[in-house]
């Protein structure tokens, strides 16, 4: 018998936490993974830094968080897709929300940051030096 959806997804939501508080440092004032199921699996990792929110280049390409939401993409039946996975991780606990396409509105992503962490400034790493300028 094939194993429930949704266990499968709880599974990998649990690694997916343990993988971002051994990364991010357990003792920060929170982690917060926001995945975006639209087109393939991006996904964003912002960490409470005490008076500021810092985002976090991740190298999907060696990442055991990535792998585990193209587990979570290919469990969930097309009958309840979602196109966005919030996971938020504190003080050894996580709680997930699950981001509807009817539920999308603008700038969502900055509005999620804002909603766990309040108004603290997002801090984004400085461009490399040989960047691209389009």
Same mark, same amino acid.
């Given at each position: 018998?094939?194993?429930?959806?949704?266990?499968?997804?709880?599974?990998?939501?649990?690694?997916?936490?343990?993988?971002?508080?051994?990364?991010?440092?357990?003792?920060?004032?929170?982690?917060?993974?926001?995945?975006?199921?639209?087109?393939?699996?991006?996904?964003?990792?912002?960490?409470?830094?005490? +008076?500021?929110? %810092?985002?976090?280049?991740? $190298?999907?390409?060696?990442?055991?968080?990535?792998?585990? =939401?193209? /587990? &979570?993409?290919?469990?969930?039946?097309?009958?309840?897709?979602? +196109?966005?996975? %919030?996971?938020?991780?504190? $003080?050894?606990?996580?709680?997930?929300?699950?981001v509807y =396409?009817? /539920? &999308?509105?603008?700038?969502?992503?900055?509005?999620?940051?804002f909603s766990?962490?309040?108004?603290?400034?997002?801090?984004?790493?400085?461009?490399?030096?040989?960047?691209?300028?389009?």
């Open positions: 018998m094939m194993e429930d959806w949704r266990n499968v997804v709880a599974d990998c939501l649990h690694d997916i936490s343990q993988c971002l508080a051994t990364k991010y440092n357990n003792e920060s004032g929170g982690i917060l993974l926001i995945c975006d199921f639209e087109v393939g699996i991006g996904y964003d990792v912002f960490v409470d830094k005490g +008076e500021f929110v %810092e985002y976090q280049n991740s $190298d999907r390409r060696d990442d055991l968080a990535h792998d585990l =939401l193209f /587990d &979570i993409k290919y469990a969930v039946p097309m009958t309840h897709q979602f +196109e966005q996975l %919030e996971l938020f991780v504190r $003080d050894g606990k996580f709680s997930t929300k699950l =396409l009817e /539920d &999308i509105g603008p700038d969502r992503r900055s509005a999620a940051v766990y962490f309040g108004e603290k400034p997002i801090v984004y790493p400085e461009m490399p030096e040989d960047h691209w300028t389009l």
